[in-house]
């Protein structure tokens, strides 16, 4: 096999997506993953570490709110994201999210999709009606609203596998590698 053919099967093992570079190394997230209080006693050796890129489909929500009563003064907007899990189906409020760029990777290190979009786009709805019930409840109206669907996005995850020979038990800890949190 020549340095092409490497090159060429390479490329057809990679895929393009919409995503984040892991800014946790391999070795933070295995510190990361050791830490106490989530290991109460040593849970064996460190048996693999795998980098995933897990699917997000992302929302923005903009709208102009005002109070009820003072309908007189101008509108003041408000901005939030929305995540979905794609994996899951469940959605959180996100911070401002920075645009993702376009990466290469394994298509081994995907995990694909379980749920579709328009279940996607219906937990970003669930989301924004709570948003709105609470509004509400201060006195507030919705003036002007408007949600846009920026697409899927693929953030990276460690995952850390722990073998315990002795027990012959496995566990599995998932870390952000953005942030450095456990999952």
Known sequence: MTQNDIKKNNYRDEIELKGYTPVIT????IEIARK???FRKEKGVVDSV??????FSLFHYSALIRHKK???R??????????????????????AIEPAITIRVGKNQVVKPLIDENK???EAKRLLLKLKTKI????????KENLIELGIVYKPIWIVKFVDYRRERETYVGVDALKGTRL
């Open 74 to 95: 101008s509108p003041e907007k408000i901005e939030m994201y929305i995540a979905v899990d794609m994996i899951t189906g469940l959605g959180f409020e996100s911070e």
């Open 120 to 122: 996607a786009l219906n």
């Open 36 to 38: 106490k209080p989530f």
């Open 70 to 72: 003072h309908r007189d």
């Open 136 to 143: 509400s409840k201060y006195g507030l109206e919705i003036v």
């Open 50 to 55: 795998m980098l995933l890129y897990k699917p």
């Open 26 to 29: 391999k070795e933070k997230a």
